[in-house]
């Protein structure tokens, strides 16, 4: 169903009962572009830091505009053993409310628009029929300029806007706008004889709409009712109506209740995503940092400057994700799906050993056939995630005993993918973990040069040759990171670089002090909105909370407990059981929380379980400290079948094997996870 | 005539020769917004020099997109008495002409874009079929690049992106591309033993091409042409045809002229604005300061640092300009016409004393009919701008001895308004003089000062009660212009701050004493092309000289002799006649053009006499010095008949005077230009 400024109000009711009735739903947004700076390449290091990648993403991410969202409602119909869905595309427009709104501006990023183009996109109902929205502080703000008018309107001084020292008394009309306004005098007196109720006057500028404010407000205090009408070409006039006291009141009455409506359409989308927020349902896309983070920026609050911070937002607004990319690139999918592109992947899915869910698209909706791309259409793209999903859930139920041909979207078998999203080509961390610490690989293998702008890669290769296989990850113009195949070369390849001159080699280790130090030295100021209309970074957990049940001190939802498939949990090798972590004499210190005072020991450090879902049980309790490996849902599970005897898996792995080793070096410390190249 | 990617090769020629044959051109642009900055009110202070405000404009509007070109030629017909006009809108729009050109960001302000929404802005005509252009240092650079390409494949390295150290040999093939790479060589092997001609391998990813690419190269070095083939869904896949010598060679040679054509194309609109600069007609625009600034940024390039190198490149780009809103501000029509918004100067140029004139649209160009209004189409903008123009220069005739009927863009009538711009919002600076140094009004009267952010309009009215009529012009939260009444009165202003603790007062003198300080302090850094696609501040006057004809030594071009009418110019008290210059001992020195070495003595400075225009008719003499009021076009004028004559224009003088002064203060010591409001 599309759905524009047009049918938004109408459609609203739609949206929120169909999110309400849904096991799960899926997302998916359309921007007007991607990096406003570094090219994607410099933008996604693949040794980037999740704090690194998070803080680039919303410096040269987040003013682009999310203008189209599409939603995908799945309901299982347990009768008909089918799903039941419905995809929503939403096209979103920062519409100004008013004069004194936000004039947001946002950046095109001609590549995407040119592709988005070639793809069909209908511009003109994002810019013409965009549903408005605001966040939650724009919101509060608007409300409270709305009551300021109201109080100053009783107060008879006109609008807020033309409020000047002079605006008490008789208006100081300039000399060149004096025949025009005793013109309008004339008339209004005219009106006041006559038998006509209401006077539009010709349109005029701003300047005369505030003098004839001011004018009439001071010759007639009674008995008129001044408005300004604007016409659909966006002409001003002033409409003035002859009225007794009752009517008058009745006018303004209506017009308080006209701008209460007018401002709860202006909340517009927002409120959709207030209804996804407010299920708790699991949300799933595909590769959706990206996504979550423009929702969050445009319709909750602007990013916070802090990746915990960050994660803490969204886990209030969306208290279960999953990412079907990520889950794609983990085991035992990550064997059997070299393209985890999601037009490969939903290609992929609908091949043995998947198998394609049975889906209706339920009464009234437009009805999607996968044979006939229309990918990058979002409500498409939602829709098509969700199958991915249904068909990866469904094969993991195919490991169970007895098997199950249906995974729900609560199963346990579902729930180590929940609330990690995937980090775009960062080599050593495959996610971000929403619900803890992120894992930290060992990088003792990694150099940090910084060399002349003219330099190419074969020139990194040529000075690192007697190193063996080199792996460049460009940061910028001047520098790279070196990972070198044996770490114990390391300290050969800073010495050696001790007396030259036109490049400089560090150890990663030395890398990250560096940036941590200026860190420290700059500080964090805070902003907040400009007056010129850029969103600034401003994170106000406090107003925000009030508005949307975000506490810090109750950050984390419960969710509810699993249903079904309870005893039939496996243990998976996940394929990052080869990972460095902080050591146990804790190097990474535990962050407390600070009013429950339970420690974030949220552990995404696995060795043969699963991976393990980010919730403590019991919020008020204390969770294992890091080093502690025996989880429940890890090793505790029944009915173990290791993955390894699922036959289209166990013929990869020995490939895998070879793979994971790098051609001639020796063994590697760090086994590298295989990002694909596809955004 | 609507002009999109589809039409645009096929009505190039009708274009340019409209342009050839026309007797003037009017221009007019829509862009994706204003300002990215202060709100407009701010960017547009009424104390602006023309150097702050040619610097603010370039900060903060450039980075919006100039989309929709109107165009409208105007040929007049001596035997019908009438003009025949050629409307056409443009739509245009930065379309990257390959992967590696630059894909360039641009802002949308979403009131802007709201705005032309309402207007039936049709946004998809521009994204999905707008023309793109390059500017001259893209163009160079895209031709540069080619002829690499072109080399490189002549030595066998493949496509350029895909160099690695390792491409003189085998491809280093990794393990996970290995089967897909065979199937290729299998499938290539077949074609040259079976009876197809061409083999369309599967869609890929660019590393797979690149592989392929070097496979290929190394394993079949004769008897191939491989070639890589876009969908029109941007999918990407890799055709191999079966050649011998010759037909290789034939096949290389026309992708090679493909090649050239692709990138004439990719030259786009910027060949329209090309053919318009070298006609060397007269341009005519409303309120075109923002238009001729984004016509240079887009099409030429980017806009340089300095505000003189701006007039000098803009006058090779546009040798004649006239802004009918400068026009219609200036006297005799000052006093006749009240607003000078475009739609409101159209209706009152249709109205006595004004003449509409005859306009016929020519054969297969939409018909504009002024009574339906279309305004905000650039192509209809245009149009009615061209009418004000020859209504306005018409009135002018109706001075002339004997009256003329029709002046033509030639005449020496309306040569006083070439090349001044109109300056928005500026209280005493009425244009920006292309030709020439600007007006220096004395600013004695008035105070910069600073305050606590949540100071309003009426604190610094409290603040000045004791002074009599101020007058407040903003510069952000925390500063503003203050204008006094009486210049004597300034000191004692700045004396009574001298121990204020909340607020601060400077004389203006004072204030761009600290901002040349400033300026000096920070120097000047030249930018470039930024890798990230942000167009960089880059003024390279030699490189963009070679290629469009600009250059310093050459700067002025001549402009050919006034047709017609010599013998009946009159001139005109132009109501700038009470401004303060810099004195005569030379406080503002002479600028020497650094070849020819005569002065820059472009004079805008008159008492009674016509603006005078700015080209010295011999480039090799020396213009009059500065204080030389007895210029030729000046006071040597035949048929000397004062505008006061003009009935309509004489009994308004009357009022003009007494709004010039100050309503209680003594009299002023200059006199305020006056400004509209309306953008």
Redesign the interface.
């Known amino acids: 169903m599309e759905v524009t400024r047009q049918n938004f109000k109408d459609t609203l009711k739609t949206v929120c009962s169909a999110v309400e009735e849904a096991d799960f739903l899926a997302i998916d947004g359309e921007f007007?572009?991607i990096?406003?700076?570094?090219?994607v390449s410099?933008l996604t290091n693949g040794l980037d830091t999740p704090e690194q990648r998070y803080a680039k993403l919303k410096k040269h991410s987040m003013d682009f505009?999310l203008f189209q969202f599409g939603l995908c409602t799945f309901k299982y119909d347990q009768e008909k053993s089918k799903y039941i869905i419905k995809p929503f595309n939403f096209y979103v427009?920062?519409?100004?409310f008013n004069r004194t709104s936000p004039?947001?501006?946002?950046?095109?990023?001609?590549?995407s628009?040119?592709?988005?183009?070639?793809?069909g996109?209908?511009?003109?109902k994002?810019?013409?029929n965009g549903i408005p929205y605001l966040n939650q502080d724009e919101e509060v703000q608007l409300r409270e300029q709305s009551e300021e008018r109201r109080n100053q309107q009783a107060n008879g001084v006109g609008t807020p806007s033309f409020i000047?020292?002079s605006s008490k008394g008789p208006a100081h009309v300039p000399?060149?706008h004096k025949d025009f306004i005793n013109r309008v005098i004339g008339k209004v007196e005219a009106l006041l004889t006559n038998s006509e109720k209401t006077l539009d006057l010709e349109p005029c500028?701003?300047?005369q709409r505030k003098l004839i404010y001011q004018t009439l407000n001071w010759k007639f205090s009674k008995g008129l009712h001044v408005e300004t009408v604007e016409t659909?070409?966006?002409e001003r006039y002033i409409q003035v109506i002859k009225v007794d006291d009752e009517e008058r009141k009745r006018r303004e009455q209506q017009k308080r209740e006209r701008e209460q409506e007018e401002l709860n359409d202006a909340v517009g989308f927002s409120r959709v995503i207030h209804a996804i927020s407010k299920s708790g349902k699991l949300v799933v896309g595909h590769n959706m940092l990206l996504d979550v983070m423009h929702t969050i920026h445009q319709f909750y609050c602007p990013l916070p400057e802090d990746l915990q911070d960050f994660k803490e937002v969204t886990m209030c607004v969306f208290p279960r994700l999953l990412d079907t990319k990520l889950m794609a690139s983990t085991q035992p999918f990550k064997e059997m799906i070299?393209?985890t592109s999601l037009a490969e992947l939903e290609k992929q899915v609908k091949e043995a050993p998947f198998k394609s869910p049975q889906v209706e698209t339920a009464e009234g909706f437009h009805s999607y056939d996968t044979a006939q791309e229309q990918l990058h259409e979002a409500g498409y793209d939602a829709y098509i995630t969700g199958l991915c999903f249904i068909s990866m859930a469904n094969y993991l139920g195919s490991f169970l005993t007895p098997p199950k041909a249906y995974i729900s979207a609560h199963s346990k078998v579902v729930e180590p993918f929940f609330n990690k999203l995937f980090l775009m080509r960062i080599i050593d961390i495959p996610y971000l973990n929403l619900t803890g610490p992120d894992l930290q690989p060992k990088r003792d293998h990694v150099l940090f040069v910084t060399f002349p702008k003219e330099w190419k890669?074969?020139d990194l290769?040529?000075l690192f040759s007697a190193f063996g296989n080199i792996q460049v990850s460009w940061l910028d113009?001047t520098s790279a990171f070196v990972s070198l195949s044996q770490t114990d070369q390391v300290q050969i390849a800073v010495n050696t670089s001790r007396y030259a001159e036109s490049y400089r080699i560090q150890t990663y280790a030395e890398y990250i002090k560096g940036k941590q130090q200026d860190k420290e030295k700059l500080g964090q100021t805070p902003k907040s909105w400009g007056?010129?209309?850029?969103l600034k970074p401003h994170y106000t957990s406090a107003s925000t909370a009030a508005t949307f049940g975000y506490h810090k001190g109750l950050r984390k939802r419960s969710i509810s407990p699993a249903e079904g498939e309870q005893g039939g949990d496996a243990p998976i090798t996940d394929g990052w059981s080869q990972y460095s972590f902080p050591d146990a004499t804790g190097s990474k210190k535990m962050k407390l929380d600070d009013k429950s005072g339970h420690a974030e020991a949220i552990e995404s450090k696995t060795s043969e379980g699963w991976l393990k879902t980010g919730d403590a049980p019991d919020p008020a309790g204390s969770s294992p400290p890091p080093e502690d490996e025996g989880s429940p849902e890890g090793n505790d599970a029944e009915g173990t079948v290791p993955w390894q005897q699922a036959p289209a898996v166990h013929g990869r792995k020995g490939?895998k094997k070879?793979?994971q080793q790098k051609p001639k070096g020796p063994e590697p410390t760090t086994s590298l996870f295989e990002v694909p190249?596809?955004w």
Chains 1, 2 share one sequence.
């Open positions: 007007s572009g990096s406003d700076g570094p090219n410099a505009l427009f920062p519409k100004p004039d947001l501006k946002f950046i095109c990023q001609s590549s628009i040119d592709f988005l183009a070639s793809q996109f209908d511009f003109n994002v810019f013409c000047s020292p000399e060149e500028t701003g300047f659909e070409k966006k070299t393209n890669t074969s290769y040529q113009d007056e010129d209309g850029w490939q070879k793979k190249e596809v």
